[in-house]
């Protein structure tokens, strides 16, 4: 055996094995008690996991439904939704609104009174251009029970549609007799008993507004909280007068309601703090907060009440739609402050 067989071998070429560092000690690190409370408070706010979130949230939905069901007026409530301004919210709140008040047990007609149908989209009606619409009622003086449809997804809710066709009746409703009252008419002749009737308007103060607001004695306006909320809200006033002199006596603004806030800016509290220093108790408690859950519903044409029903959109609407179910409704004493606010309105 050679020496080079049997002794320990030497290879010249080795490279030595760098010398790792030891990693620091990590010490564990100690939440202090200000952060364990901060933390038992938001997990009593928002859970931490989906499926507790989910849950909490359906406990919450289901806790303000077990809170008992809404009064039935004790004659259906006709409410006109209207603001000549576009994007306000006149749609969202109509639809949201109308499916708060069937899930609290109460029957209710949405009237589609836009020729962008969107309400009907957002309720998922079918509302293309052969489908019996609110223009036939309007124009041609079909009767109201041939144009509504049920909404499938929410018990004691029912869409009467708008089709494109409606954008031509602004014009044709200029030479036909009674053009301010052809809605009023087919109501008074609509053998229903629905709690409620929501009107979505167009964003005009035209022939269809007036209709909506002749066939009703309640207007519901949403404001959003930005700057120019109010701007246009005078003619909006000064237009509900006249028809109130002229054309329906019971009109009046029985509800504003602040949506799209934003409780991140000032700017949407000094509109709130504006809004209800002119118009003082026809504004509800209830704020609608901005929110993507209620942005998004319609494009699944849904509400966001099923859409998200834990959402904050939507149970700021249950709590909208309980204010206004629980008002009695002696709104009509505050037409005069009201009417000379339009003055001072911009
Ligand atoms: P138009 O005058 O065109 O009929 P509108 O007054 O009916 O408009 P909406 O269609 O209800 O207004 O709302 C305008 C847009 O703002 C829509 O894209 C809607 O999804 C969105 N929106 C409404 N309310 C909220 C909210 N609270 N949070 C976030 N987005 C909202
Ligand atoms: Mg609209």
Known sequence: ?????????????????????????????????????????????????????????????????????????????????????????????????????????????????????????????????????????LVEGRALQEVVQKVEAIPGLWCAPATIDLAGAEIELVSLVARESRLKRALAAYESNMDYILIDCPPSLGLLTVNALVAGSEVLIPIQCEYYALEGLGQLLRNIDLVRGHLNPALHVSTILLTMYDARTRLAAQVAEEVRGHFEEVVLHT???????????????????TYDPGSSGALSYLEAAREIALRNDQQAGAQEPLASSAQEVR
């Open 287 to 305: 704020t609608i907060p901005r929110s993507v859950r209620i942005s998004e519903a319609p494009s699944y044409g849904q509400t966001v009440m």
């Open 1 to 137: 055996m050679s020496d080079t067989e049997s002794g320990p071998t030497t290879d010249t070429t080795t490279v030595p094995i760098p010398v790792v560092p030891e990693p620091p000690e990590e010490k564990p690190r100690v939440r202090t008690a200000a952060e364990m409370a901060r933390r038992a408070d938001v997990s009593r706010e928002t859970p931490d996991t989906p499926i507790a979130e989910a849950a909490w949230h359906a406990t919450r939905v289901l806790a303000r439904r077990l809170a008992g069901e809404l009064p039935r007026p004790a004659v259906t409530r006709v409410i006109t939704v209207a603001n000549q301004k576009g994007g306000v919210g006149k749609t969202t709140t109509t639809v949201n609104l109308a499916a708060a008040l069937s899930l609290h047990g109460l029957r209710v007609l949405v009237i589609d009174l836009d020729p962008q149908g969107n309400a009907s989209t957002a309720l998922s009606i079918d509302h293309h251009a052969d489908i019996p619409n609110v223009y036939d009622v």
